[in-house]
C-alpha cells in the first residue's frame, strides 16, 4: 500500500512538472448516435496556444522539443487512441478533452494543429486537430480521439500502422486510396559514413539474434549513407518488440525509418 502511495505520488508530482500530463477525468456523455456522422475539422488559421507550446518540456526522464511549426511534417508509425479515461479532462493546451471530437495529441507538433492521419491497414482516412501532448508509449507517434479511432477502424486492436501528414488552411486532405500491398514498416538501428562500420552493427545484431537485418546506401546532399535496418516488420507487437530489443542492446537512438 505504501509503495503504491508513494508511486501515485510520484505519478503526481511529474504531471505537476510537465505539461502533458492531464487532471482527473469526469464520467464520458453517452456516445452520439452516429459516430461516423460526426463531421471532420477543416484547417483554418489558428493563434498558437498559450499552453502546451513551451520550447520543451520533459516526461518521464525524456525530453521533447516542440516544433516551432507544422508545415512539412510527414511521419509513419504506430498510432493509438484514448478515450473515457481522459473524457472531459483538461488537454495540454488548456480546452477540455472530448473523445466524441476528431482530435488528437502528439508530442511536438504545435497547438493547435491539423493533421491527416491514413490508416495504412485499410486505406481510411480522417482528419484531425490536435490539442494535447502524447502519446508516451515508446514507439506511439500519435494518440486519436476514439471517434478519429473508430474512423480508422482501429478502436478493436487499439493499435494500428498510419501516415500521419500536417494539413495547413491552403491544403486539401488527399484523397483515399487503397492500402499499400504491405503495411509493414522498419526500424533503424545506426547510420554511418562507412560501410565497414554498418556490416559490424549488422554481424552485432545478427549475433543478438535480431533477425531480418540488412544494410541500405542512400546518398543524402552528396553523402553517401549506410543505413542498419530491421524489417520488414508486419505488426504493432512485433514492432514493439523489435524496438525493446534494440533498446536493451544499447542503441538508444533506435527509431522507424522515415523512407
Known sequence: MRLAKAALFLLFLAGCSSQPYRTPPLPPLPPPGDIQAIPE??????????????????VLGKRYFVMDK????????????????FHASATSN??????????????TLPLPAYVQVTNLRNGRSVVVRVNDRGPFKDGRIIDLSYTAASKLDMLKDGTTFVEVRALTP???????TPPPASAALYLQAGAFATQSNAAR???????Q????????????????????????????????RVLARLRSLGLTDAQLAAD
Open 209 to 240: 539474434g535480431v533477425e531480418k537485418t540488412f544494410v541500405r546506401e542512400d546518398v543524402v546532399d552528396g553523402r553517401t549513407l549506410y543505413r542498419v535496418r530491421v524489417g520488414p516488420i508486419p505488426s504493432v507487437n512485433e514492432f514493439d
Open 170 to 176: 491552403e491544403q486539401k486532405a488527399a484523397p483515399p
Open 70 to 85: 507544422a508545415e512539412g511534417y510527414f511521419e509513419r508509425g504506430v498510432a493509438s487512441w484514448y478515450g473515457p479515461g
Open 201 to 207: 552493427l549488422q554481424e552485432q545484431l545478427r549475433g
Open 41 to 58: 475539422p477543416i484547417p483554418k488559421p489558428e493563434r498558437r496556444s498559450a499552453k502546451g507550446n513551451p520550447p520543451f518540456y520533459t
Open 94 to 107: 488548456g480546452e477540455r478533452y472530448d473523445m466524441y471530437a476528431m482530435t488528437a495529441a502528439h508530442k
